[in-house]
């Protein structure tokens, strides 16, 4: 057998059992719930409950923009940048928003924390509240995501919504599921709060 061979079953080897532990990881990592209210084509309808998340914003106009320092903000305040200097655990998805003020990245809570109960940040950057409870719209895509990628699907919602006759409230949020080192069965998602009655 020759070295190339080799070294092509050793990668993707490798790459199998990093593909398997990346995915064992990923599902014990609590998940922000939702009720799934119904599918329409790609779009799902959900309802959101209201959960706590720790935010922090800038005035930077795009979506990815400040994302590596505003996840370092936010990463800091969970691995013990608090007042209890306590680690609270990591969960998915993250949000990423942005609007006329500019842009939000914001990590959801551990749902066995209550709003008196969370540490406070020592970060004044960090910002604790409560998320909108109704229902979004969402639109689900893999591999990896940048801005161009996130404006074209949020392009296709937005298309997708208006034929659908829905009207949307507010602006749309971009959801991120997997670590940057995750190479494969990437998750992510583009939501929306809509008018929704059931």
Do not use: C
């Amino acid at each position: 057998m020759s070295a190339f061979k080799v070294v092509v079953i050793v990668s993707i080897s490798v790459l199998i059992l990093y593909s398997a532990l990346t995915y064992a990881a990923n599902s014990k990592v609590e998940r922000q719930k939702y009720r799934l209210v119904k599918t329409i084509n790609d779009v799902e309808i959900r309802f959101y409950p209201k959960v706590i998340m720790a935010s922090v914003a800038s005035g930077e106009a795009t979506y990815m923009g400040n994302s590596n320092n505003h996840f370092r903000t936010l990463a800091g305040y969970i691995f013990g940048g608090n007042k209890k200097d306590e680690k609270i655990a990591m969960t998915a998805p993250v949000h990423m928003a942005q609007n006329d003020k500019g842009s939000e990245m914001s990590f959801v809570m551990p749902g066995v924390y209550d709003m008196d109960k969370l540490p406070q940040p020592k970060d004044s950057l960090v910002k604790l509240h409560y998320s909108v409870e109704g229902y979004f719209a969402a639109l689900k895509f893999g591999v990896y995501a940048n801005e161009n990628k996130v404006n074209r699907k949020i392009e296709e919602l937005k298309t997708a919504l208006a034929e659908m006759g829905y009207t949307t409230i507010g602006s749309y949020t971009y959801l991120g599921y997997n670590a940057p080192w995750d190479v494969i069965n990437r998750e992510n998602e583009i939501i929306v709060q809509i008018e929704f009655t059931e």
